[in-house]
C-alpha cells in the first residue's frame, strides 16, 4: 500500500487547502512539515524531505506537491537521484516569473532535469504564478504527463480546491 508524502508550498496548506483534506481523508498521508515556510530554503526543504522518507520502501512513496512545493520535489530528484512510486506536482510556480519576488534561498529557478520517476503535472489555465505554457515546459522537461483542468487559478483554498475528488482520482493514478 502507498504511504503518500504531502508537501505544501510557500505558506503552507491551510486547513480548507486539498492538501489537508488529503491528508485528513484517511490512508496513509504525512504532510513534510519546514522549519520555515515563509522565507524557505531550499536545501532545508529537500533535506526534509530525504529525512522524512528515511526508513519508507521507496517503491510504495508517492509525493504529492503544490506550488513551490513541486520545485523541492524536483530539486530534491536532482539531487538525492532516488527512485519513489511516483509523484502529483500541481501548480509548480514560476520562480523566474518578474511577479515571483518571495525571499527563498537556494530556489533560484525550477529545475529542468528530467525526475526519474513517474511524475503528472497538474496546472489550471489562469494560474497567477505560473503560465500554461511554463507548466507544461516543467512537465516536458520532467518527463510528466501533463493534465490542463482549465481555469482553476492557484489550484489552492482559495480558487475553492478543498476538497478535491478529481484530484484524489489523479493520485490514485500513481499508486
Known sequence: MPHYFIIPGLGNSGPNHWQTHFEKSGGN????????????????????IEAALDGYDLNEVVLIGHSLGCTAIANWAKTYQKQVKGALLVAP?????????????????????????KS????????EWVTLE??????????????????????????????????????????
Open 29 to 48: 498521508f504525512t504532510r513534510i512539515n519546514q522549519k520555515e515556510w515563509d522565507a524557505p530554503a531550499n536545501k532545508d526543504w529537500i533535506e526534509n
Open 93 to 117: 510556480s514560476d520562480l523566474e516569473a518578474p511577479k515571483y519576488n518571495f525571499d527563498t534561498p537556494g530556489f533560484d529557478g525550477v529545475p529542468l532535469d528530467k525526475i526519474n520517476f
Open 134 to 175: 511554463r507548466a507544461e515546459f516543467f512537465a516536458r522537461h520532467w518527463g510528466s504527463e501533463f493534465i490542463n483542468i482549465g481555469e482553476a487559478g492557484h489550484i489552492n483554498a482559495d480558487a475553492g480546491f478543498g476538497e478535491w475528488p478529481e484530484g484524489l482520482a489523479i493520485l490514485k493514478t500513481l499508486g
Open 120 to 127: 503528472v503535472v497538474v496546472a489550471s489555465t489562469n494560474d
